[in-house]
């Protein structure tokens, strides 16, 4: 490591033109983070660096390194170029935030700072001052810096406390766009806190508080707040609140013979049963009441455009009061209810009511392009329900059925709605428990739609069914990327994959995890010598074992072909040198090909 740091360290002296700089988990010390800094200190050409993940600061000990978060502080103030700096996944805490945010403050270009995951509101042993301290200097940052407009704070433990430290900043800060507070601990207060920002602040246009346990009273402040107040706000992210009612079957108790159960007698068992109902009869009532406000915000909020609803366990009877307010909503373009039990909690029950709800809302809709129903126990009952909004749909472009369990039958259901369907774009239908049988129908729709441009088909055991979806994928189809890993793909497909890859317009072909040997990996590797489309590739060939050889393979390809800049045939226990010249060849590429990553940008990972 400390060779390969000094090698990069000498090639940043002497670059004068290099923009982009990713070093993300690439320099383990803080000495190398050190030797790192003072390579670039004084540049004037760098608008992005990436530091994340490399332990900086690290905070866990008794007396934090700040050497290198001295040298950030410089280079944040001093470089004019730079827009966005990622520091995220390190351990500085709040002293180390404290130098960020001073430095930041005084920068004349920075627009983004990313801090997730950085113990910003924590220091060694609690001390309280320099927690203060930290949270006193991102006040500053926030009052004098003139053009940050994105921050990013997500998986600190922030507490309500922080929010409210921060809020009368908050509400005049106009120039803060987006404010990222994921993953946190804020809680219903927290929420009610931020709810209070967004009455005055009218600058923020995108709001992400999911997984903050923010439950239904944060919810239903925050859908007032939109209702009445806000009207400046274009996208809020709330998934993994807890504020749904659906209950997921609870996994029978294991017994333990080493504990005595303890046995109550008849009218104690009726007494904790009428309290376990009660409460759950209130927390239905306290999810209904929250997702009516958010249906009254649909309704009436005509600014917000995306919504991220996804894992709060809605179900299917309050799923419905928010379909009918998307029925005439003309404001949202995506939504995501990823993992809502729209339909039940698991296989073989199934409960129509939502699904049918989320139909009408999909015919009836004018603005909707994307939708998310991933993992809601749609099965084949669903599709047949959604089918006719899906033939009468002109917006959609982006559609998620993933994890559904549809089957051959729902599969095929489903591809006769959308053969007259040109809008959809992008459509994934991952792990559905389709085999061959239902590929055939899903061959037919592709063969004849030119506008389906990205397809994800992944985990389902399809085996010899690809060879009639590659086949379909040729002229006229417009499909440009196609994910088939883990699929039961065998050498029986070779002669398919390589036509594919010769006849088609595909640029992105990703096929991991499937029983292929090397001698399919030879055929695909004759096949790209001479292809200028294809820039993305994943194949595992994982039948014989031979990795080695199928990295000289890629070796091979990769000097004879230039457009290839992402090449996987996994890799696994591969000599060093060898990998070595593999990720130089695709460097090489990157710099070469039109879709790859910009010109002087370097990463390093």
Known sequence: YQRRVHGVCNALRNNFNLTHLDLRRAVPTN?????????????????????SEN??????VEEPNLGPLKKIKQFIDQCETLQHI???????????????????RESISLKKLELNGCYIASAADDDEETINAGMEAMKEMLIKNKFLNSLHIAGNGIKPDTIETLSETLKTTTRLTELNLANNLLGSN??????????????????NLSDNDIHWKGVEKLADILTLHNRTLECLYIQKNKFGSSLEKPLPKIPNKDEE??????????????????KREKEVKQSEKAIIRLSDMLRSNPILSELDLGFNSIGGTHIKLLADAL???????????????????????????????????????????????????????GIKILSPAFSANQTLTSLDLSKNFIGDDGLIVLCASLMDNNQLIHMSLASNLVTSVGSQALSYLLSSNTKLHTLDFSDNDIQDGFQLLADSCHPPSGIRCLDCSRCGITDSCTDSIVALLGQSYINKLIMADNNVSSNTIQAVCDCLYSNKCVDTLTIWGRQDGDNKLQAQMASELLQK??????????????????????????????????????RGVIRIV
């Open 190 to 207: 927290g929420a009610i806190n931020m709810s209070n920002i967004l009455k005055v602040n009218k600058g923020i246009r995108t709001l």
């Open 561 to 598: 072909n230039h457009n290839l800049t992402s090449l996987d045939f996994g890799f696994a226990d591969v000599p060093i040198d060898l990998t070595s010249q593999i990720e130089e060849l695709l460097r090489s590429n990157a710099k070469r090909g039109p879709r790859g990553i910009p």
């Open 86 to 104: 990622d520091l995220s996944g390190n351990i500085f805490g709040a002293a180390g935030t404290e130098l960020v945010c001073q430095g930041v």
């Open 261 to 278: 159960e303890e046995e109550l007698d008849p009218e104690e068992k009726e007494e904790k049963l009428k309290e376990e109902n009660a």
């Open 327 to 381: 029925k005439t909503n003309t404001s949202l373009y995506y939504v995501n209810l990823e993992r809502n039990h729209i339909c039940g909690c698991t296989t073989g029950e199934f409960d129509a009511k939502g699904i049918q709800s989320i139909a009408e809302a999909i015919q009836n809709n004018s603005s909707l392009q994307a939708i998310n129903l991933k993992w809601n126990f749609i099965q084949h009952e």
């Open 55 to 60: 332990n900086i600061g690290n905070m866990k």
């Open 31 to 51: 000495t190398m983070v050190d030797q790192v800094m003072d390579a670039i200190l004084g540049s004037q050409t760098l608008i992005y660096v990436n530091l």
